[in-house]
């Protein structure tokens, strides 16, 4: 069993779609970037590159090259888990939380825990959102920021005269 850590943030703009964990919320100001600022996503990236000790986000899909301009989080996810899967290693929990004053994720939460279960194929009763403000304070309080911060638990599979594929869907 492997853990691995991950921690992002984005300036909030005006005239950007808000997206976090793959979804679109209705909200007059989104995360700026060359991608589409997921932090979430990217956070997640993150914390699987360093379960592996692949390095980090800026190694992989630097915001120099073209290729990732406005690429969705959701990409760089599906691309991490391959380079993880050829070295056995598969996510199998994840927990986090999501730093922001609005908008309110309420019960946004589950729809966004189950995304990331889906993105991940593992059950939806091991991952979790939770979400913090800042009691208005700093540049997330002042809603001028949005960050997150994940925490993955990744497994070795070693094949055992069988597969080590994931389970279908
Ligand atoms: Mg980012």
């Given at each position: 069993m492997r853990l691995g850590l991950g921690f992002d943030i984005h300036r909030l703009v005006p005239g950007r779609p808000f997206i976090l964990g793959g979804v679109t919320f209705d909200h007059p100001r989104g995360p700026s970037g060359h991608?589409?600022?997921d932090v979430l996503l990217h956070a997640l990236v993150d914390a699987l590159l360093g379960a592996a000790a692949l390095g980090d986000i800026g190694d992989h899909?630097?915001?120099?090259?073209?290729?990732?301009?406005?690429?969705?989080g959701s990409v760089f996810v599906i691309e991490t888990l391959a380079l993880l899967a050829k070295r056995k290693l598969f996510p199998v929990q994840v927990d986090s939380t999501v730093f922001l004053e609005?908008?309110?994720?309420g019960k946004k939460k589950r729809e966004l825990a189950e995304a990331l279960a889906s993105l991940l194929d593992i059950?939806?009763?091991?991952t979790s959102v939770k979400a913090k403000t800042m009691?208005?304070?700093?540049a997330i309080g002042a809603g001028e920021a949005v960050a997150a911060q994940v925490l993955v638990v990744v497994e070795e599979r070693i094949a055992k005269g069988g597969t080590t594929k994931r389970r279908a869907k």
């Open positions: 991608s589409d600022g899909f630097p915001d120099t090259d073209p290729k990732w301009k406005g690429t969705a609005v908008p309110k994720l059950s939806p009763d091991r009691e208005g304070l700093g």
